[in-house]
């Protein structure tokens, strides 16, 4: 059972414009949200995240929402580059930590085109 | 570079038999996960070690067992091995409360 979703595989933008990535989730009980991001033959790299106490959190080119009523959160990345081009998995915590075991999407290919 | 170290990076192996995974965290930190990424899959969370101690377990199957040494370098131990069992284990650490930061990963196969 997929507690995380990412129903969107891919997505591609242009250079310079916004990349808006989705996530739903399905479980209430879930508190911390993360973001993270992919390259090939590395790694997941933490990115950004929110407490289920906010809306939104935004660290220079990224934003995170959070509508907690909809179970449904969304990065947005401003100003997009061809090296933002990555898997981006979004993750959920049962605490207010990133610090048990989290719970992945399947993940969105981002592909930002010249 | 996170700071986390895995070893091997690929592992090919045949059905039945058994590997052991192994990875180093940040130093400094005394939590220790391993997620399994299946083909097209999100991570799914296996185990986690605090300080030596088994802490979480999620869908870890009874052929794998984990644990963390003294010095928090952990081992996955994968046993009796499937062609299903074809994936990329990811180890993280964490400092207390703190995010996770993962490892390249360790690609197997298992023909």
């Known amino acids: 059972d997929q507690q995380v979703k990412q129903n969107s595989p891919s997505l591609s933008v242009q250079e310079g414009r916004i990349s808006i990535l989705n996530c739903d989730y399905t479980?209430?009980?879930?508190?911390?949200f993360l973001w993270y991001k992919k390259y090939p033959a590395e790694g997941p790299t933490f990115l950004i995240s929110?407490?289920?106490?906010?809306d939104k959190n935004e660290d220079g080119r990224f934003t995170v929402f959070l509508n907690k009523s909809a179970k449904h959160l969304s990065l947005h990345i401003v100003s997009s580059q061809p090296g933002d081009s990555a898997v981006y998995f979004c993750?959920?915590?049962?605490?207010?930590?990133?610090?048990?075991?989290?719970?992945f999407g399947t993940g969105t290919r981002l592909t930002v085109i010249p | 570079d996170s700071g986390v170290t895995q070893t091997p990076k690929h592992l090919i192996t045949a059905t039945g038999q058994r590997v052991t995974l192994r990875c180093s965290p940040r130093?400094?930190?005394?939590?220790v996960y391993w997620y399994q990424q299946s083909l097209d899959q999100g991570l799914q969370f296996l185990i986690q070690?605090?300080?030596?101690?088994?802490?979480a377990k999620g869908n870890i199957l009874e052929r794998f067992s984990a644990q963390q040494f003294p010095d928090l370098h952990s081992e996955l131990n994968l046993s009796s091995l499937e062609l299903g069992d074809s994936a990329l284990y990811f180890c993280?650490?964490?400092?207390?409360?703190?995010?996770?930061?993962f490892g390249p990963g360790t690609r197997l196969t298992v023909l």
């Open positions: 130093s400094g930190d005394l939590s």
């Open positions: 929110i407490s289920s106490i906010k």
């Open positions: 479980n209430s009980m879930f508190d911390y």
């Open positions: 993280a650490s964490s400092a207390h409360l703190d995010t996770q930061y």
């Open positions: 070690y605090y300080n030596g101690e088994e802490r």
């Open positions: 993750a959920a915590s049962p605490d207010q930590t990133g610090a048990n075991n989290l719970f």
